[in-house]
């Protein structure tokens, strides 16, 4: 392994706790429908909308790697079930825009915005998100050279092209680069499958186990930039 030149970060759970967000940006969405569309929420509570969302995607499971058009089908889907006809298409743009907004309000763990301004002095910055979030809203994104979405791209973690187009994305060569995620499939497994280095963010409140892959843990931002220097080192 060479030294790191670019660090590709995950995005919920690694830079935000993903719960808090996820929770309202559901709610607010639900609010909106129970006004655009009452007779939907009627016959729909929220577990219910994510019931038939779970069940369209084991009928197409390619729409995992493009979830906002996921939760918009299958939201058409039930909207015309219910009688709204050509206006399902509008009720579904001005719903998912709220929950959209919501999803953007992030909060930074302790520490990030600082710790990551430091990193992009050394290291060129990339995110690899599965999700939705859009980093290039939040104010720490003038510290990144790239932003990418499962979405976007196509493809989604764990899969290795995912890893592939956010190293294409720095232009290193992959042993140069180090995957920062929490989730021990999708990023670090997917990450070391890849040929990249892996470190597992263990932040506080979360439940995913600690994965043995992978080449360092942190549980503070502030042990980042040491966790980093010390993978040099072994270099």
Excluded at 29 to 36: D, N, T, V
Excluded at 127 to 144: H, I, K, M, V, W
Excluded at 156 to 169: D, L
Excluded at 183 to 198: F, K, M, Y
Aim: net charge neutral.
């Amino acid at each position: 392994m060479g030294r790191i030149r670019a660090i590709c970060f995950d995005l919920d759970d690694t830079l935000w706790p993903s719960r808090p967000v996820l929770e309202a940006a559901e709610q607010r969405f639900y609010q909106q429908l129970q006004r655009l569309a009452p007779e939907l929420t009627a016959q729909h509570s929220p577990d219910a909308l994510r019931d038939h969302r779970l069940q369209l995607l084991q009928q197409q499971p390619e729409l995992r790697h493009h979830i906002s058009r996921w939760r918009c089908l299958s939201l058409e889907i039930l909207l015309r079930e219910c009688g709204y006809g050509e206006r399902s298409h509008d009720i579904v743009h001005e719903a998912f825009h709220h929950f959209i907004e919501a999803r953007q309000q992030v909060e930074l763990y302790a520490h990030a915005k600082t710790v990551l301004a430091t990193l992009s002095k050394e290291y060129q910055l990339v995110s690899l998100t599965n999700g939705n979030a859009e980093l290039q809203r939040q104010p720490c994104s003038r510290y990144f050279s790239a932003c990418l979405k499962a979405e976007d791209i196509g493809i989604s973690k764990p899969h290795k092209a995912a890893f592939q187009a956010a190293v294409a994305a720095t232009g290193c060569a992959v042993e140069e680069v180090v995957h920062i995620g929490d989730h021990p499939r999708d990023d670090i497994e997917g990450a070391t499958n890849a040929g990249l280095r892996a470190v597992q963010a263990l932040m506080p409140g979360l439940k995913h186990p600690r994965h043995d892959g992978a080449n360092a843990h942190f549980s503070d931002w502030r042990q980042l930039p040491g966790v980093l220097s010390r993978l040099t080192d072994k270099a």
